[in-house]
Structure formats: C-alpha cells, structure tokens
C-alpha cells in the first residue's frame, strides 16, 4: 500500500511541476536609413528565408521591397558610421541609437526587442557632446556597454527596474589624465573572450604608434597589453564555442568576403606570442556585383551550430547610371534616389577532414530586399544588423 501510494504521490508530482519556460525566439534586426528623422527597425524572421536549394542553378532571389511596417523607428541622425563602430548599437535585447537628433542631444532612444518598450537613455557625458570627441567605440563586456573616447571610457550598467528612483546613467571609468592605450580611430577590429569579461582590441598604439593588440579586463577595468601583432579580422568576430575559435570577416584586403578563424587568445596572461589563424576557402560576397557598386557587409553571429549571417548593402544596378552627373543639370532639380540592396545569406560554419573553413551549404538561406533613403548623397558604409 505504501509504494502503491508513493507512487501515487510522485506521479501527482510530476503531473503539477512547473515545466521550464520556452526559450524566447531570436529574430533579424536591420535598422534602416529610410527615414528622413533617422532609422526604421525591421524584424526578419531568418527561417522565412529562401534555402539554397530553392535558388540553385540561378541567380540570387530578386530584390524585394519590405512589405511589412517597421517595428518601430528610433529618432537620429544620418551619419556614415566608421570601420571601426556604428551610430546604432545592440546591448542586451535592446537597440539604442548612439547619434541623437539636435532637439535630443543628451539622450539616446533605446528600443527593447523584447517588451517593444521604447525609453531614453543619457548620453555617457553631459559635459561633452559627440562632436567634441568624435563617435566613440562601442561594446559590451560583463554586462556593460562601454563608449570609448581618446579622452575618456564609461560604461552603461542594466536598466534601473520600473517604479525606481535611481537613473539609469553610465559610468566614467578612468581619471581624466588616464587614456587609452590606443587610438580610437586606428581600432582595426575587436573580439569578446569566451570568459564574457575580456575584451580584444587591435589598433595603432597610443604611445609607440605601433600596431598592437590590447585586451580590458572589464570586471577590473584594465588595459593590458599583448603583444605588436593583429587580430586577423575587419570590424567584431565572434566567439563560436564548436570551433572554438574567433570568427569574423577577414581583415586582408586580398581577402575581402572570406572568413577567418582565429584562436583564443588567454585571458590572464601579459605579453603573448600572435595566435594562429585560417582564412576561409569560400568568398561570401556577391560575384555578379561589380566592387563599385559595394558599400559593405556585417557579419552577424546567430549562435549555436556555427550559425552566421551575412549582411551586404549594395546600390541597385539598375540605378547605377543616376550619379552625381545630374548635379550638371541647371536649373537644379531633385536628385533621383538610388535603391540599396540587402543582401542576406545565412549559412553554416565548420572545417572539413583538411582542417580547412568552410561555409555548410546545406544550412544557407538567401533573401534580398531594397530600399531608399530620403536623400541619395551620404549614408551608411556597413549595414546595420543584430541578431536578438
């Protein structure tokens, strides 16, 4: 009776345990620069993309217009970003844009892709506007995104919970006689340790004006140096735990829309020899595009498997004969506005039985869309992504 009434209880409870929470579903965001008072923020849904199958023995699927509204649009300015940062920025699940408008010069709109809540966040300092230092270098690490300056570095914590009286604000992490070792423009790509709490830098020294890898342990907040060698990657790589291994575009221009594979640099040591790296056997970039019709890529890490995807912002052919010669034109008259391609491919990651990188055709989807900015002069050099 007693293990016919323990049974009992333990079938009971197993019937009223609470099952585990689903993981919340990840989705493509590209912040566009199709509005005239900053960026629409488009939400792709990455399995909804054409597999290679589908496209093969053509050409790439056709450029398409969004037909969906945007999630929502974050007021700022358009401004090309830089190599080595971006106007907008991803921390967290939440997407902020780091160029305020004029009217909101000391916050920045942060968007939640999680609550689809919109909220202001202060500029790292009030005393100094971007223009007095440029646009920082932005990253996270430990739970914090940091702003680097050549002046000064702050980080930005989590957001206060609702209903608290303290602000949410950032951080001064240096005197004011303490810079960084390098210089901010002269960042040739960085990298987030697997440990979540050491960030890479590669760039031109600040004191010796030589070339040298830097790492910051953000817990203690210290810059170490690591050695007068590179990185091998143009802009983030990533950490992917089934290669073990950095993962990013590759930084040589003899290389460009190849992937590189670099290992992992540790944590607690001083001055290390440069690690060894693959540069991959697959090019990535569209070979019916022309390089002058090429504005640039991100590539964006979807996490687990070795999943990537790349993001290229093209000008349409169609359009590429709508130059600057219209500006001849007199008397003055609107300049016709030319549509930019975003081209996506998702695919796979590994090395084959030779140890070399390849791309997994066989996990690779392909979409194509298109869009206009309000004025055709100007705009972003690197398209914007994140994958939250």
């Known amino acids: 009776m007693a293990k016919r009434q323990r049974g009992w209880e333990e079938r009971g409870c197993q019937g009223t345990a609470k099952r585990p929470a689903p993981e919340r579903k990840k989705h493509l965001y590209l912040l566009l620069d199709d509005w005239e008072r900053g960026y629409s923020i488009r939400r792709l849904d990455v ?29 700022a300015k358009h401004e090309r970003d830089c190599f080595y940062s971006s106007p907008v ?3 967290g699940t939440k997407i902020l844009a780091m160029q305020p408008g004029e009217a909101a010069s000391l916050g920045i709109p942060a968007f939640d892709t999680r609550t689809l809540a919109l909220s202001i966040c202060p500029w790292p300092s009030p005393a100094h506007s971007r223009e007095d230092f440029g646009l920082p270098l932005f990253a996270s690490a430990a739970g914090k995104l940091f702003a680097f300056t050549d002046v000064d570095a702050f980080y ?21 006689h303490q810079r960084l070792p390098f210089y901010i423009t002269q960042v040739k790509c960085y990298a987030l340790h697997p440990d979540g709490r050491t960030l890479f830098v590669s760039a031109d020294s600040r004191r010796s004006h030589r070339s040298g890898t830097f790492s910051l ?6 810059w170490t140096r690591r050695g007068d ?6 802009g983030q790589a990533y950490f992917d735990a089934e290669l073990e291994a950095w993962v990013g575009l590759c930084g040589e221009r003899d ?8 290992d992992v640099v540790a944590a607690g040591e001083l001055a290390t020899p440069p690690p060894s790296w693959k540069i991959g056997e697959d090019t990535l970039f569209r070979e019916d595009y022309p390089e002058r019709l090429r504005l640039g890529a991100r590539l964006v890490y979807m996490g687990g498997h070795s999943k990537f995807c790349l993001v290229e912002l093209l000008l349409h052919k169609d359009d590429e004969h709508l130059d600057s010669a219209e500006d001849m034109v007199w008397p003055p008259r609107p300049r016709p506005r030319r549509r930019r391609i975003l081209n996506l491919t998702t695919f796979g990651v590994k090395y084959n039985k030779e140890g070399q990188l390849r791309t997994s055709v066989l996990q690779r ?8 900015r309000p004025c055709d002069s100007g705009g972003l050099f690197n398209p914007l992504a994140f994958w939250l």
Do not use: I
Request: charged share 25%; glycine share 6%; proline share 11%.
């Open 217 to 222: 342990d953000a817990e203690r907040l210290e």
């Open 89 to 91: 920025v991803s921390h």
């Open 255 to 262: 290389n460009a829309g190849r992937l590189c594979s670099c």
């Open 47 to 75: 399995d909804d993309f054409n597999s290679d199958d589908d496209t093969a023995g053509t050409d790439q699927p056709p450029p398409t217009r969004f037909t969906e509204p945007p999630v929502a649009r974050l007021e």
């Open 229 to 234: 060698w590179l990185l091998p990657f143009a």
């Open 365 to 372: 989807g392909l979409a194509c869309k298109m869009y206009k």
């Open 156 to 176: 930005l914590g989590d957001q206060p919970p609702y209903g608290s009286k303290a602000p949410w604000s950032w951080t001064r992490t240096a005197v004011e």
